[in-house]
């Protein structure tokens, strides 16, 4: 089996490797949140860029994006260029591990700060059209009263960039959808991925990263293949040799896009590639 991925010349703001190296810079990570929440936001540090966090060792880990706090905030940035099946429960995980993270670290109830799940899709999240959906949590006896536990999921649909009123979340959101960039900050931006993609150091990442990833599905591959193969063996045992050996086959092409989809899918890999590499449904990937 080959592997292709997206020639680093071709590149862009929206693709994850990209995404987080660019937003190591400060000025353009402070400038793309006050964008997004039309918020000021202070001195921000860096926990951690593409952050791991799993808490226990039986839970389920997370890798984020960009994980960036200022003193009373912390921000959690995903770039989602397909939609994953339950999405809106992915949000209350991530924020939910977030909070633990925090509290991990010494933090009481009252100490939490206050949590942003930011996702940006470059497909409508939710089929309504908007740039922009924020949720919070709202009384529904009493819509103007809020809980308050200062924890806010939003979600923006970037092609939805010409229904956006204010001019600098519109261009930024018009740069992600088209990559044209239509103001001053968006034009930094994209100066700064340019000159990545002409950096040596950047190529050798990337190059790299790629190579690990091959290594990843290959890996599973083979282990599918191996363990598929020895049911089919099994089987054939039973129902003569012949069969069996054709059912090995069978089931160790199965089970090998399985593994595959498993391991990719614990690196939090976009759906729409786990659909492509495996050739599964969705709805077997759901199921692992």
Known sequence: MEYTHKPVDELSFTDDFMFG????????????????LHIKVGKIEYPSLQKTIAPFYESKGIRLDVYVSDPERVFDIEIQTSIPPS?????RYYQSLMDVDNLLRGQSYAELKESYVIFICTQ???GKGLPVYEFRNVCTAD????????????????????????????????YLCERRATSGFTQHIDALVEKAKRNEKFRSWYMSLNI???????????????????????????????????DGIAAGSYQKARETAKLMAERKYPLSEILLMTGLSEAEIEKL
Request: proline letters at 3%; a positive charge.
């Open 212 to 246: 690990w990833k091959d290594d990843l599905l290959r890996e599973g591959s083979q282990l599918g293949e191996k363990i598929g193969f020895e049911r089919g063996i099994r089987k054939g045992r039973r129902d003569g040799l012949l069969q069996g050996r054709r």
């Open 124 to 126: 409508d999240p939710f």
């Open 21 to 36: 190296t660019v937003m190591k810079n400060k000025a353009i990570c402070k400038g793309v949140i006050e964008r997004l």
């Open 87 to 91: 999405l809106p429960k992915r949000t």
């Open 143 to 174: 819509g103007t009263l809020f809980l308050d536990d200062k924890s806010y999921k939003v979600f923006y649909n970037v092609g939805a960039y010409g229904k956006e009123d204010e001019p600098e979340l519109s261009a930024l959101l018009k």
